[in-house]
């Protein structure tokens, strides 16, 4: 039966790997995210009924979503630090090229 509860919730930005419906565990999905609490940990679902393929193709299409949205428009203290790495990277092909 459904019960439509909500057994756990991580932020988008908290998952760094997920994986499912595989043809030798087709009903589990297992993703791995970060919590103030456990740091990283890694959660499996069990998908009964052919689910689990679904669940991840659901959350590859949230990876999507949010990537395309990031692109759209990044968050300014991202871009700032990247012009910084951008920066110092040239600084540093710079010397590179210097030295050879």
Known sequence: ????????????????FASGGDTDTPDYVAYV???PVNQRACH??????????????????AFELQFKQYLHSPPKAITTLERNIRTEESAWGEDEEASE
């Open 33 to 35: 995210a970060k919590d």
């Open 44 to 61: 499996i679902l069990e998908c009964c009924d052919g689910l689990a393929q679904s669940v991840i193709s659901t959350i590859g299409q």
């Open 1 to 16: 039966s459904t019960t439509r509860q909500v057994i756990a919730n991580h932020p988008m930005q908290s998952i760094s």
